[in-house]
């Protein structure tokens, strides 16, 4: 990323009207624009890696969060797309505390671990897991192995207790039993209430993963002014979804010209950032904004998005995902029989990687966005009426809870 674009001035503009109707965009922001008193701000060509072991783990867990959202998108270009890579990264770190050497020299290859030999790394994943999921934060995440009828050796499952507060557990020969135990953990941490309709077939391990988030904005959105509002998934398709409307909203604000995107951040309780890319031209391909997603380009937003009166309009939506991840995980090794022998004594292999994802965008807030008498002459607009791409990240740890994109709003909609 080379530069990105952020208002420095107002008062200057202030004889100018910039609300554009909220209707789609016919071209580029810069096409639209060009009139704004702009800067370009460099983003640093090195990053300063946090010394912190809890940001260390999180750094490493939010690069593999943002690979495998890549893997995934890439599999379906034209799909919604929605996961909490941190609660995946917490089962396979698990699963690390019980197989081969070898095997467990891959897992942490590919959750970026390998660099952190110097810490005991499930002792600070522990102590990140309590600082993301304390309140205020209204994060919750699991991760849970499953086998099939299978004793697993007690100190393995103490371990896994003992560092991810949670026990692998074995299933018995009644599939509705297993079932009903499975979804009723769901239900815990997800509220949603049937995750699963079947067990999968021939189960040696199943791990499976879920991410919750009903978070509170700092500035919320008036009810009264949620309203039926039109959505382009694409040039020739128009749906209606509720949308929160503020005219007069305190967005931080910034537009990045080599990606072509509008960018919002929009703080809730908790320390926690949500930022949407809204990119100026409807079109059913994202790669290259999903190809410059990274922690270090989150925090170059974070440090210089400035806040700007801005005429928001956001959708009311329920994200929710099911993914099967085990091609794009790219664990072969671990897919055949092979010695786990800290878990258990027979060969295991691994059938099912499960990640259940759901996050609620509503419009409660601490405060309510505040209107200045007389109104504003200048004003932005940043309109969610089209594809957008989103990411969740607590700032405090530099974690990345949830990634994902809207391509189709239809079966998301919150009545």
Known sequence: ????????????????????????????????????????????????????????VALAISTFGYDLYRKVAQKTPTANVFMSPLSVATALSELSLGVAEPNEQMLHRVLNFRSLNDLEIHKVYKDLIAEITSPPKQFKMGARMYTRRLKMKPNFLKEVQKFYGETPKALGNKPQISLW?????????????????????????????????????????????????????????????????????????GYDSDLKCKIGMFPFVGDISMFIFLPDVISSNMTQLEDNLNPGFIQDLIEQLQEVPTSVSLPKLRLKAVTELKEQLELEPLYTLSRMPKIANPPLKISSIKHLAVLELQENGIEESVKEEGGRELMLDFHVNRPFILVLHDNASGSLLFIGRVMDPRGLIVI
């Open 181 to 253: 135990n499975i979804n009723q953990w769901v239900n815990q941490k997800t509220q949603v209430d049937r995750m699963m309709t079947s067990v999968p077939l021939r189960l040696s391990i199943f791990l499976l993963s879920v991410g919750h988030f009903k978070g509170q904005l700092m500035t919320g959105f008036i009810s009264a002014n949620i309203m039926q509002k039109p959505f382009r998934v694409d040039q020739d398709t128009v749906v209606y979804v509720p949308m929160m409307t503020e005219i007069d909203y305190p967005l931080r604000f």
């Open 1 to 56: 990323m080379k530069s990105l674009i952020v208002l420095v001035s107002l008062t200057a503009l202030s004889s100018l009207s910039l609300t554009q109707d909220e209707g789609f965009p016919q071209g580029s922001f810069n096409e639209e624009r060009t009139f704004l008193e702009m800067t370009d701000l460099p983003f640093e060509e090195e990053e300063e890696l946090p010394t912190n072991p809890v940001q260390r």
